[in-house]
């Protein structure tokens, strides 16, 4: 259960009743939901009398409870609604363009340590080119003493190490250094927060996430002036602060292992790369050119690859909740009072798809439309009250990367005895992803074309 918790619960699963799987660990009775119809039952239902997300033993020592993974009830909802502002197709059109520059930048430096000829593990290279594109992209010209932008990434790195940790804490500890990560990373946050409410009432145009929830925020203070009410309890900069930590976090270990699963199965599915390319090269023959979001839409099989990673590999595998009060989870059973709820992501997004445990871009075409037809069982981005607001902006992302490196670098694969094992950190990874990267020559970007 320590090691592997995903393959316990599967394994488990094969001799329980369909859609429920029971164990007591540690004296904490645990249910597991594979069934997708009472997953979506769990996920609609978030509030202090029904079920709260419990997430990972450390998430509240490290994150703290102002985390919006702890928040339910209308305050939770204004908040989500303010959120509309940051993924118009504008501000994400925006992200495009950065997302780019910063995946063109790390390919290159990728293809630099591949000239030492020899396989690299890939997963932290992956990681620091993750960070540093969510830190641009949400935080944009903030970051911008040096100093204090290294040590953001110390901090922010201590923080993300906390969370594969023992949950004790005291001093030098994993879980005391991630909390003391945390309150430097609010204090620069906090500071970047009023910078940039300041630069959007000075009328310059919006530059990053945070600008463009500034511009809404400022808006939203304006009509609460205008009315004589309250300003919006997240518009003071500290709760901005503690958000937008939040929009680093959820989009810093699951975008890194989307990312890591993308060239694992790229590498293992050849033919699919291939076709990847020529998609490429049919709808941006300039490779140079900055990628966009009209682009982006004109990537229809990239975007199946991508939807396809998402479900083969969903990075969340496992969405803890507790029960506040005895809950309902179908006519034949109902589990306790503090018992934990866990709806299995993987398994949901395995069913009803044509061979669910095969990687099938095709599923998605026009023409079979598996998509639609079992869009239930879709729940890579969740469901009901914590849907996932920034699902369009990973998908980007991931296609934009995609789209860089299938045109920049070709890649080979090392296989170990351990490859085909998965890694849960808790987000789950390849056991392994050793790579061999060199650059795509023009004779193999005439092949593709060809």
């Known amino acids: 259960m320590v090691k592997?918790?995903?393959?316990?619960?599967?394994?488990?699963?094969?001799?329980?009743?369909?859609?429920?799987?029971?164990?007591?660990?540690?004296?904490k009775f645990t249910v597991m939901v594979t069934d997708p119809a009472t997953i979506r039952h769990?996920?609609?239902?978030?509030?202090?009398?029904?079920?709260?997300?419990?997430?990972?033993?450390?998430?509240?020592?490290i994150l703290g409870t102002r985390n919006i993974a702890f928040m339910h009830g209308p305050q939770?909802?204004?908040?989500?609604?303010?959120f509309l502002a940051l993924f118009t197709r504008k501000a994400l059109s925006s992200y495009v363009v950065k997302q780019d520059a910063i995946i063109r930048q790390h390919v290159a430096e990728w293809l630099k340590i591949a000239g030492s000829g020899s396989p690299t593990e890939m997963r932290q290279l992956?990681?620091?080119?993750?960070a540093e594109t969510s830190q641009s992209v949400f935080l944009g010209p903030y970051l911008d003493d040096p100093e204090v932008r290294t040590e953001f990434g110390v901090r922010y790195r201590a923080m993300t190490d906390g969370f594969l940790a023992f949950p004790l804490k005291f001093p030098g500890t994993a879980v005391w250094r991630a909390m003391k990560g945390r309150q430097?990373?609010?204090?620069?946050?906090?500071?970047?927060?009023?910078?940039?409410?300041?630069?959007?009432?000075?009328?310059?145009?919006?530059?990053c996430l945070l600008d463009f929830w500034s511009q809404q925020i400022n808006a939203e203070c304006d009509e609460a002036d205008a009315a004589g009410s309250p300003h919006p309890h997240y518009s003071s900069?500290?709760?901005?602060?503690?958000?937008?930590?939040?929009?680093?976090?959820?989009?810093?270990?699951?975008?890194?292992?989307?990312?890591?699963?993308?060239?694992t199965q790229m590498a293992e599915h050849p033919d699919i790369l291939e076709r990847v390319r020529q998609e490429q090269l049919a709808v941006r023959p300039d490779l140079a050119r900055t990628l966009s979001g009209e682009v982006l839409s004109d990537l229809p099989f990239t975007r199946q690859v991508v939807k396809e990673v998402l479900r083969f590999r969903p990075p969340a595998p496992m969405v803890p909740q507790v029960a506040m009060r005895p809950f309902k989870l179908n006519e034949a059973y109902t589990a306790p009072k503090g018992a934990f709820i866990i709806p299995d992501i993987v398994s949901a997004c395995h069913q009803g798809f044509t061979d669910g445990k095969a990687f099938d871009p095709d599923r998605f075409s026009p023409e079979r439309r598996e998509d639609v037809a079992h869009a239930s069982n879709f729940?890579?981005?969740?469901?009901?009250p914590h849907y996932c607001v920034g699902k369009e902006y990973a998908i980007n992302h991931l296609m934009t990367f995609l789209a860089v490196v299938a045109t920049a670098a070709d890649w080979k694969r090392t296989r170990t005895p351990d490859s085909d094992w998965i890694k849960y950190l808790p987000t789950i990874y390849p056991s392994d992803s050793i790579f061999e990267f060199s650059p795509l020559s023009p004779a193999d970007r005439i092949k593709a074309e060809q």
Do not use: C
């Open 379 to 384: 729940l890579v981005f969740g469901h009901g």
């Open 126 to 130: 992956v990681w620091a080119m993750n």
């Open 42 to 61: 769990v996920f609609n239902h978030n509030s202090k009398d029904t079920l709260l997300l419990d997430l990972h033993p450390n998430a509240k020592m």
């Open 4 to 27: 592997d918790p995903h393959a316990f619960w599967e394994k488990q699963r094969a001799y329980a009743f369909p859609g429920l799987s029971w164990n007591s660990i540690v004296t």
């Open 237 to 263: 900069d500290i709760e901005m602060a503690y958000t937008v930590m939040d929009f680093l976090f959820a989009s810093q270990d699951a975008s890194t292992a989307s990312l890591i699963w993308t060239l």
């Open 184 to 207: 430097y990373v609010i204090k620069v946050l906090e500071g970047a927060s009023a910078r940039s409410k300041a630069a959007m009432r000075a009328g310059r145009e919006p530059g």
């Open 76 to 82: 939770h909802k204004a908040l989500r609604k303010s």
